[in-house]
């Protein structure tokens, strides 16, 4: 049925009353950029501006933006829509959304004017420069922070070492001169000495994590896994745990001493959840590929943790109470999770208390360039 010109008017009527009155701004303009149309919000900013040039009204410009331009952008060169965001002749960001007028009158035909929808975007934007502003201020904040643990970690190393020199000592040429109280507090002195040895350690491995900037290269992640149990051999003999790797490892982009350090650190996370009565205590490393990441695993038969600490674990200073480990600093897991989260990946576990451990780390197939801690 072909509507009759009443309707048309009625229809026409009631499309001017809504673009009048709706909240974005609504501007109709030909292209020769004359303005044919603006509501009530851009006439409240701008003023009647009927007949003059958008580009005078917008941005207060004597001619048409050279980039960047509806009528140059749908007109012209027949795009089907445009949207940009720039700041008006008030310092304003206005986002402008534009299509091509369609005549109501007529079997659909694209005349030669466009309609634009102008949205002020000035508090989303300065909100974002805000937020970008407090980023980088937490950002200088975490380097001071970093530079000062490097500094004392640093600096407690030669008193450490003096200390240990002189627990050892005592403990070679006085013990048995000591009563048994006294036997106690030098046992926990050279303890604690090696607990903080350990600790500072850690410290400066975390420290060292996020400050590493080295270009990520192609290497074989398996030679990086017999390292890092080669490494432990001690603590895996000690305790009597084989360790089973897949004999399919990829070749990946990383940066080569920190994904050593993080599966140095997993491998000692597993020896030291294996459990003091584990009758045939295993490590199993395994490899997979989802979507566009390598999966790699760390999985443990040890007593296993549960799942309310699966992620506290990943917190600094967080150990759990199941054991009683002078060697556990509570920053080996944050160490890890620093490293893959620099890589552009995740780490996970899955776990039930007393049947075992698997710990999950991805990282991207396709090279990223280069390992940035602040990425995570």
């Known amino acids: 049925m072909i509507p009759q010109k009443k309707d048309i008017n009625l229809e026409k009527y009631n499309l001017r009353n809504l673009l009048l009155n709706t909240g974005d701004g609504i501007i109709i303009k030909d292209k020769h950029w004359r303005v044919e149309f603006l509501n009530q919000p851009l006439i409240d900013i701008y003023g009647d501006q009927v007949g003059q040039h958008c580009f005078e009204?917008?941005?207060?410009?004597?001619?048409?933006?050279?980039?960047?331009?509806?009528?140059?952008?749908?007109?012209?060169?027949?795009?089907?829509?445009?949207?940009?965001?720039?700041?008006?002749?008030?310092?304003?960001?206005?986002?402008?959304?534009?299509?091509p007028a369609i005549e109501t009158d007529g079997p659909g035909k694209m005349n030669d004017s466009i309609i634009g929808i102008v949205?002020?975007?000035?508090?989303?934007?300065?909100?974002?420069d805000e937020l970008r502003t407090r980023n980088m201020e937490i950002k200088l904040k975490n380097n001071e922070l970093e530079n000062f643990v490097y500094t004392v970690s640093h600096d407690l190393r030669s008193p450490l070492v003096s200390l240990q020199g002189l627990a050892g000592a005592l403990m070679e040429d006085c013990y048995d001169q000591l009563d048994d109280q006294g036997k106690e507090y030098l046992l926990d002195i050279k303890n604690s000495v090696h607990r903080m040895g350990l600790l500072v350690r850690d410290l400066l491995d975390l420290s060292r994590v996020s400050r590493s900037q080295h270009c990520s290269k192609e290497v074989p992640?398996?030679?990086i896994v017999q390292e890092a149990v080669g490494q432990l051999k001690i603590s895996l003999k000690e305790k009597n745990v084989k360790v089973v790797i897949d004999e399919q490892m990829p070749a990946i982009f990383c940066n080569r001493d920190m994904i050593?350090?993080?599966?140095?650190?997993?491998?000692?996370?597993?020896?030291?959840?294996?459990?003091?009565?584990?009758?045939?205590?295993?490590?199993?490393?395994?490899?997979?590929?989802q979507d566009n990441y390598h999966?790699?695993?760390?999985?443990?038969?040890?007593?296993?943790?549960?799942?309310?600490?699966?992620k506290k674990i990943f917190e600094i200073f967080q150990t759990l109470n199941e054991i009683k480990d002078i060697n556990s600093t509570g920053v080996g897991l944050t160490i890890v999770k620093r490293i893959i989260e620099g890589h552009k990946g995740q780490v996970w576990v899955e776990s039930e208390k007393g049947k075992g451990s698997t710990f999950y780390f991805s990282l991207p197939i396709e090279d990223h360039s280069a390992f940035s801690p602040e990425q995570g």
């Open 221 to 223: 992640i398996d030679g």
């Open 295 to 310: 999966i790699f695993s760390v999985q443990d038969n040890g007593i296993g943790i549960e799942k309310k600490y699966h």
């Open 119 to 128: 949205r002020d975007m000035s508090k989303i934007m300065n909100l974002q």
């Open 57 to 99: 009204m917008l941005f207060g410009r004597t001619s048409p933006c050279e980039k960047d331009c509806p009528i140059e952008e749908i007109l012209k060169n027949g795009a089907p829509a445009f949207k940009h965001i720039k700041q008006d002749k008030f310092g304003n960001w206005i986002e402008i959304t534009a299509v």
């Open 260 to 289: 050593l350090l993080a599966l140095i650190n997993l491998l000692n996370n597993s020896i030291k959840f294996m459990g003091d009565n584990n009758p045939n205590p295993c490590i199993s490393i395994n490899h997979t590929i």
